[in-house]
C-alpha cells in the first residue's frame, strides 16, 4: 500500500482541528498509562520483561522522562486511601499535575469534592481554589482563644501602614486633629464608617432604578459604584489579584438583575471558582 502524504493540503482549520483531537488524545493515553506504572512496579514486571528499570520502562514504552516516571509513583502512593482521586487518575481524563496540585489539602472526607473540582476547574483556578482552602485552615487556627482581635489588628496595621502611602497634607491634617485632643482614629473609623453606608444607601438607590430589562449589558451607574466599593482589585478575601469580571452572586439566568448588592468583581480564578460552585448547586437542586 502507497503512503501519499496528505498533510500539506490540509487547509489551516483542518491541520488545527486534528492538532487539537490528536493532542487531546494523545494526553489521554499517556496519562492512561502513567496510571498503570505503580501496578508495574508492584509486580516487577518491567524486571521480568528484560528493562533496567522502572524509569526505562516508562522512557522506552511512551517516551517519559525520569520525573514523570517518579511523579507517577509518588502520587499513586499518596493516593493509597483516597479511592475516587485515583479512580480519576486512572481515567486519564485530568493531568498528573491537576491532582498533585489538591494533594497538599487532600482527606479522606473531602477528596469527592477535590475530585469535582479538578474537573471544573482550569489549572490555575484549582491553585487559587488550593490557596483559599489552606488560608481559611490557617486563619481559623489564628482564631483560636487565648489570641484577642486587637493583637491580630495591630500586627495587621504595624506591616502595612507604612505601605498606604499617606500624603504630607493627610498626614499633617491628622496631626492637627490629634494635637486638638481629638481621637484620630475614632474619626477615620467614623469617616470610613460613613462612606460604607453611603455605598450601601446608593447600591439600593440604584437597585430601585434599574429598568426592568433581561439585557446582560451591565449599565454604567452599577459598573461606577462597583468600582468605588471594591476598587480595581477581586473582590474574594484576600485576593491581590486585578478584577476582570463583574460576577452576579445570584445566577442572571434565574433573576435578571443587575443590583449592585449581589455582584462582585472577581478576577478570572475566582470568577471559574464562583460558577464551578454555582454549578454544584445547580446540580444539587436537580438531585432533590
Ligand atoms: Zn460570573
Ligand atoms: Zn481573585
Not at 141 to 166: I, K, R, W
Not at 258 to 278: G, K, S, T, V
Request: proline share 3%; aromatic share 4%.
Amino acid at each position: 500500500m502507497l503512503n501519499i502524504s496528505l498533510v500539506a493540503s490540509l487547509s489551516d482549520k483542518v491541520l488545527l482541528e486534528q492538532c487539537v483531537a490528536y493532542g487531546r488524545t494523545a494526553l489521554l493515553w499517556r496519562n492512561k498509562f502513567r496510571a498503570l506504572l505503580p501496578e508495574v512496579e508492584k509486580r516487577k514486571l518491567y524486571r521480568k520483561k528484560g528493562y533496567r528499570d522502572m524509569y526505562e520502562f516508562g522512557e522506552r514504552l511512551a517516551g517519559l522522562s525520569m520525573a514523570q516516571v517518579a511523579e507517577s509513583l509518588n502520587i499513586a502512593q499518596r493516593l493509597e486511601d483516597k479511592p475516587v482521586l485515583k479512580g480519576l487518575l486512572e481515567s486519564g481524563e485530568v493531568s498528573v499535575n491537576k491532582i498533585v496540585r489538591v494533594m497538599s489539602i487532600a482527606t479522606v472526607a473531602n477528596e469527592s469534592e477535590l475530585a469535582e473540582k479538578i474537573q471544573l476547574l482550569s489549572k490555575n483556578a484549582l491553585e487559587v481554589f488550593v490557596r483559599d482552602v489552606k488560608l481559611s485552615q490557617e486563619s481559623a487556627l489564628e482564631s483560636l482563644p487565648g489570641q484577642t482581635l486587637a493583637e491580630e489588628t495591630f500586627s495587621f496595621l504595624q506591616e502595612d501602614v507604612n505601605e498606604l502611602g499617606l500624603k504630607g497634607e493627610v498626614i499633617q491634617r491628622l496631626g492637627d486633629l490629634k494635637a486638638k485632643g481629638i481621637d484620630v482614629n475614632e474619626a477615620l473609623l467614623e469617616f470610613l464608617n460613613q462612606r460604607e453606608q453611603e455605598l450601601a444607601e446608593t447600591k439600593d438607590q440604584i437597585a430601585t432604578q434599574l429598568p426592568k430589562s433581561s439585557s446582560r449589558y451591565i449599565p454604567t451607574r452599577v459598573k461606577n459604584i462597583i468600582k468605588q466599593e471594591h476598587g480595581n482589585q477581586c473582590a474574594a478575601t484576600r485576593c491581590q489579584k486585578p478584577s476582570e469580571n463583574i460576577h452576579h452572586t445570584r445566577r442572571f439566568g434565574n433573576i435578571p438583575s443587575h443590583d449592585p448588592n449581589f455582584m462582585a468583581p472577581l478576577c478570572r480564578e475566582h470568577h471559574q471558582i464562583a460558577h464551578a460552585i454555582d454549578i454544584k448547586v445547580a446540580e444539587m437542586r436537580i438531585r432533590k
